[in-house]
Each structure stands twice: as C-alpha cells, then as structure tokens.
C-alpha cells in the first residue's frame, strides 16, 4: 500500500545540518493532503543511528522516505549513503539528495550511491517551498514503497 494510504502518517527523517534550510523544509512538508511525521537529525551520525536504532533512537520509526544533504559533520551525506545502501533492510528505503551543489561531479556521485532524486537547494524561498512540495508530491503519492 502506497504511502500516502496508510492511515498512519508518512515517517520521514531529515537529515540537515542548517537550521534555516531545515525550517524550510519542514514547511515545504506541510500538507493536510498527506500527514508526515518527520524527524529531524542535524548529523550522519545520528542519521545512522536513527536508521540503525541504536542509543538515543533504539525506538526510532523506519522512514518511508530520507531527505539527505550531503554536507554534514561528523560522517557526510556520501558516508550515510554507502551504509544504507550496504544494509540490507536500509537500502530499500528511497533517498532525496537535498544540496546546495549544483557540481556535476556531486550529483554524478550521489546518482552513483543510488540516490532516488537529487534536490539542488533553491536560492528563493518560493522556490524552496516548490521544489520541496514537488518532491513530497512525488514520493508521497506515486510510487508503490519498497516492501
């Protein structure tokens, strides 16, 4: 059953370092169409920790969906990538890269570690809310979900 049926809502984990870019995010996920819940993580490293459950998250939903920048302290965006995607039950659930580089040598990176969608931040905050809402339309709604 797609997401977007489920009578629970969406678990979403955002994975964003920048407080302003998470706040818009977090708007541009608004929508009384399709509830989410999402969480956020500030670091690769408690994004790990949140997919894997351990320490504060052991209680932690597995997303439906991850929302990644790629510039992050502690482990980068590439790293959470590469472990999702060696784990068995990880690698199923589908990543939107959210970046500030336009670099095509980034995206072609991203796209390698089997990214579903690459984001490159918009500058206007219009905009932003847009192409966020673009892409909860997308995954919210469109696809059958992994198994």
Do not use: C
């Not at 407080?19 to 690769?44: C, I, K, M, N, Q």
């Not at 992050?72 to 970046?99: C, E, H, N, T």
């Not at 931040?121 to 339309?137: L, N």
């Amino acid at each position: 059953m797609p997401p977007a049926m489920k009578e629970q809502p969406v678990e979403v984990l955002l994975v964003e370092d920048n407080p302003a870019d998470a706040r818009l995010t977090l708007t541009g996920l608004r929508d009384a169409r399709s509830p989410s819940e999402v969480h956020v993580v500030t670091d690769g490293e408690e994004a790990l920790a949140f997919l894997k459950l351990e320490g504060d998250h052991v209680n932690a939903p597995r997303p439906d969906l991850v929302f990644l920048d790629l510039s992050l302290p502690k482990v980068d965006g590439y790293q959470v990538l590469a472990a999702m995607k060696a784990d068995p039950v990880l690698r199923r659930i589908p990543v939107v890269v959210i970046s500030s580089s336009s670099r095509e040598i980034d995206i072609a990176r991203a796209y390698d570690a089997q990214v579903s969608a690459y984001l490159i931040k918009p500058r206007g905050v219009d905009q932003y809310f847009a192409a966020i809402r673009s892409m909860k339309e997308l995954w919210f709604h469109a696809p059958a979900p992994p198994p």
